[in-house]
C-alpha cells in the first residue's frame, strides 16, 4: 500500500494554556484520552494522556480574522442571522454559514454543519513525563500538565468561591491534512497563521497564549507492507518520508482564488 498526502506541520509554544473539555461543578478539567504506559530504563510505568481541544477552532478563527483584513466575505460560525426579537446576530463581513453561492473560502476549507470538512486537523496526544528519557508505543507530546486552584472571589480574606482547573504548559505541535486544498487555498491557510493568538479559555486572565515558532508544508509518503515477525506472525511494516514542499508567493492566493469578492466589493447576499 502506497499513501501520499500534503499536511502543514506547525510548532508552537504556549506558557499556559487552558484547552477546557466541561466544566463540572467547580471543576475544569482537560479532555482526559486514558492511561498511557512508557517505559524508562526497562520499567513499566503509567501516565494520563489528554487531547488538545479547540485548536480546529482557533485556525477558522484566524482565518476568518484574515478574510475580515482583506475585506473577503466568509461564512459566519452560526446558521442563525437574528435572534427571537429581531436582533441581528451577523457581524459586518459575515454571512450565515453555508448560505454562500458559490461557497466561500472559509466553507470551501472548513465545511459547514452539513458539508464535509476539505482538510483534518490533528495533534498527537498531550502528556507529562516526569523522566527524562522514556519510551512510548504510540506517538506523544511532552508538557507539563496540572491543575491550578483559583479563588474567584473573597471577602475580608478569605475566600467564598473557589474553583479548579486544568491547564498545559509547553511545546507542542499539531498537523493540518490539506491533501484536497488547491495551491491558493493551502496559501490562505499559512498566510491565516499570522492571526493564531488564543487557544482554549481564559483569555481576558492573561491565558492561552500561543506562539507559532515555525511551519512546514511537507508531502507524505506512506508505505506499508505485511511482513513476518521472528514467530511467523504476519506483521505490518511501515514506513514514512516526508519531503519539504515549498510555495512561493504566499500572498498570491489573493489573485489565485476565485474569490467572490473580486477587489474587495461583496457580492455575496
Ligand atoms: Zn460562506
Known amino acids: 500500500m502506497r499513501k501520499i498526502k500534503k499536511q502543514i506541520v506547525i510548532h508552537a509554544f504556549t506558557p499556559i494554556a487552558k484547552p477546557i ?39 477558522r ?10 475585506n473577503i466575505e466568509v461564512c459566519h460560525s452560526s446558521e442563525k442571522t437574528a435572534l427571537k426579537d429581531g436582533k441581528s446576530v451577523l457581524p459586518k463581513g459575515f454571512h450565515a454559514l453555508g448560505t454562500c453561492d458559490p461557497p466561500c473560502i472559509l466553507r470551501t ?7 464535509k ?3 483534518v486537523v490533528a495533534a498527537d496526544p498531550i502528556v507529562s513525563i516526569k523522566h527524562k528519557e522514556y519510551t ?4 506523544v507530546q511532552n508538557v ?14 478569605i475566600p467564598i468561591q473557589d474553583f ?7 511545546f507542542f505541535s499539531f498537523h493540518i491534512d490539506v491533501t484536497n486544498l488547491t495551491d491558493g487555498e493551502i ?21 492561552g497564549c500561543v506562539k507559532i515558532l515555525n511551519i512546514a508544508l511537507q508531502k507524505v509518503e506512506t508505505i506499508r507492507r505485511i511482513g513476518e515477525d521472528s514467530e511467523g506472525n504476519y506483521k505490518i511494516i511501515e514506513e514514512t518520508t516526508e519531503t519539504p514542499l515549498t510555495l512561493s508567493n504566499i500572498e498570491g492566493w489573493r489573485t489565485s482564488l476565485n474569490l467572490m469578492s473580486g477587489q474587495g466589493e461583496k457580492v455575496v447576499v
Open 21 to 59: 473539555n466541561a466544566s463540572i461543578q467547580k471543576n475544569s478539567s482537560m479532555l482526559l484520552l486514558g492511561k498511557l504506559p512508557y517505559t524508562n530504563s526497562s520499567k513499566t510505568f503509567n501516565t494520563k494522556f489528554y487531547y488538545i481541544k479547540g485548536i480546529r477552532g482557533m485556525l
Open 61 to 70: 478563527h484566524a482565518c476568518m480574522e484574515l478574510a475580515q483584513d482583506c
Open 109 to 115: 476549507i472548513f465545511g459547514t454543519f452539513r458539508e
Open 117 to 119: 470538512s476539505s482538510i
Open 136 to 139: 512510548t508505543e504510540v506517538p
Open 144 to 157: 507539563h500538565i496540572a491543575s491550578e486552584n483559583r479563588i474567584a472571589l473573597a471577602y475580608d480574606g
Open 164 to 170: 479548579r482547573e486544568s491547564y498545559f504548559s509547553g
Open 187 to 207: 496559501k490562505f491557510l499559512i498566510e491565516a497563521m499570522l492571526y493564531v493568538e488564543i487557544l482554549g479559555a481564559g483569555r481576558a486572565s492573561g491565558y
